[in-house]
């Protein structure tokens, strides 16, 4: 499980994520995320593109009836996201992320760890359990003994804990080099509708395995460009549903059976702590958090009705 903070030092604002949240900082660096962090999408990624959540937010962005925001049934899919991820066509990503986008793929929260003064009144827990922590000891002693202690422990609970509850949950894991690649071809050919489809794969970034002059590299070169595509074209179809990354109709069925329980409504943040999360993403150009301030803040006022 994966954690990110809402700008405050209280472990109730942790959120928790089973896939890797972004790194809302302009450079991601691998050596300071070594706990599981995934592989960057391509050589010098941002840190926000370092996540599956942002590419979920790119795609969607490209789904034609999110786009247009063209009206659906009220109680479709279609209509529940253009619902929930409504600030998504109007900001930059991480914006978006602090403003929206955490609340819908976070999971629910859970108990924090509380004090017992009294064990013998505390009722049995299967998802708990008690410790003894002696206060004259070390810390750090004791931390590294309670790791040694639970990490079998919480690796058994984790295999056990089943699906995602997020209210968007990620339906399958798949390497961001992967989305990344399949995204580019899919933009050079809307970019581009005239080219070939070998030039496509080539403008794309893939690598032709000869002489670009040669018949069969460029039939290669075409039925790789052709098999992104449909992908592409795919999961744009399906994220418009709320489905990511989904290439399918048996992971499309799937995912709706999935959706079918989530009923709580997706937080969101309060103006106050965008303008301080803006101000500490750059607090070296304090020029630049003001205009991005003067930009976003109004933004979500008229969006949620707050006239301060």
Known sequence: ???????????????????????????????????????????????????????????????????????????????????????????????????????????????????????????????????????????????????AVLGPVFSEMRADEGPSRARYPVASTVPLTALYKCYNIWRVRRDNPDLKLHEVALYGGLLPNGPIEMADVKRTLAAAASRYLREANAIIDNVGRGQFPVKGPAQSAQCVEDQSTLEAEPAHVDPDEMREWIKSIHQSEPELADKYVSRVLPMLRAAWGDEQ
């Open 1 to 147: 499980m994966y954690t990110q903070q809402r700008l405050a030092e209280d472990a109730s604002q942790l959120l928790y994520f089973r896939h890797a949240p972004p790194v809302l900082e302009r450079h991601f660096d691998l050596q300071a995320y070594p706990l599981k962090r995934p592989q960057p999408p391509y050589k010098g990624a941002k840190g926000w593109h370092c996540s599956i959540y942002y590419f979920w937010w790119r795609f969607l962005r490209e789904n034609e009836g999110f786009r247009t925001q063209r009206q659906s049934l009220p109680d479709s899919l279609e209509a529940r996201v253009q619902r929930d991820f409504d600030k998504a066509l109007k900001m930059n990503f991480p914006n978006w992320w602090i403003a929206q986008g955490r609340f819908l793929f976070c999971e629910p929260k859970t108990e924090n760890i509380h004090v017992v003064t009294q064990p013998e009144n505390e009722p049995q827990d299967r998802d708990r359990v008690l410790l003894s922590i002696p206060f004259n000891s070390d810390i750090e002693r004791c931390l590294s003994e309670i790791r």
